[in-house]
């Protein structure tokens, strides 16, 4: 259990309307990060976040905000959903020992 | 962007048999790791590996992480039921920016 909830667990939402993800950490973890996995692609780092209000772009940034107000919350913002944000998104912590990413359970999200 | 490779993509085994998957990047990584998923769930880890030329076992998977540093393969044996899933690989250049993963084998494991 790396100790992540994320919500919501599904959701579905309509094309141009704002959603927000919520992942929730309880163990004070440093870096947290938001994926995508989608079928043919596996999964990819959409942003990741080094500390409260300290973020960075992944792989896959373009039509995602993140943000971090505290240290165990990594809020993902879909300011205008599009069909092609359809996807289930993880969050995930990095823990020791050896700085191993962990994931929560996944969020899916369907835009009609 | 970093690539890799995971092969293959899905197998169908008969119970019992022993199964080995590989990765290969086109970059060097400092760290490889291994991940299962079952549907509905995230990934969770099986077996990390540190260190160049590293074999580790955990239970009965065993995974290497490659002289290179540019591939890495896992190994099942004996395969059970339960076995059935996506495995994924992952690499790390060794900072905290994310993993890079490969696409995933399907293992499916035919009674």
């Known amino acids: 259990d790396a100790g992540i909830t994320q919500s919501p667990r599904h959701k579905v939402t309509e094309t141009g309307t704002p959603v927000t993800l919520r992942c929730h950490q309880t163990e004070n973890h440093r870096y947290m990060y938001w994926y995508r996995q989608d079928p043919g692609h596996g999964l990819r780092l959409i942003h990741y976040?080094?500390?409260?209000?300290?973020?960075d772009k992944g792989e896959v940034s373009d039509g995602y905000s993140v943000s971090r107000s505290k240290t165990e919350d990594f809020l993902l913002t879909l300011e205008s959903a599009t069909s092609s944000q359809t996807s289930v998104y993880f969050c995930?912590?990095?823990?020791?020992?050896?700085?191993?990413?962990?994931f929560g359970e996944g969020s899916w999200l369907t835009v009609v | 962007g970093q690539q890799l490779n995971q092969s293959p993509q899905s197998m169908f085994i008969q119970e019992g048999e022993d199964v080995s998957m590989n990765c290969t990047s086109s970059?060097?990584?400092?760290?490889w790791l291994w991940y299962k998923q079952d549907p509905g769930e995230g990934p969770v880890l099986l077996i990390a590996?540190?260190?160049?030329?590293e074999l580790t076992s955990n239970g009965r998977l065993t995974a290497q992480f490659g002289i290179t540093r540019k591939d890495s393969f896992l190994n099942i044996s004996a395969s059970i039921p339960s076995d059935v899933g996506i495995y994924f690989c992952?690499?790390?250049?060794?900072?905290?920016?994310?993993?890079?993963f490969g696409k995933g084998t399907h293992l499916i494991i035919q009674p």
């Open positions: 976040s080094y500390g409260v209000k300290d973020t």
């Open positions: 590996l540190y260190k160049a030329g």
């Open positions: 995930a912590i990095l823990r020791g020992p050896g700085n191993t990413i962990y």
């Open positions: 992952a690499g790390s250049g060794g900072g905290a920016d994310g993993l890079t």
């Open positions: 970059s060097i990584f400092n760290t």
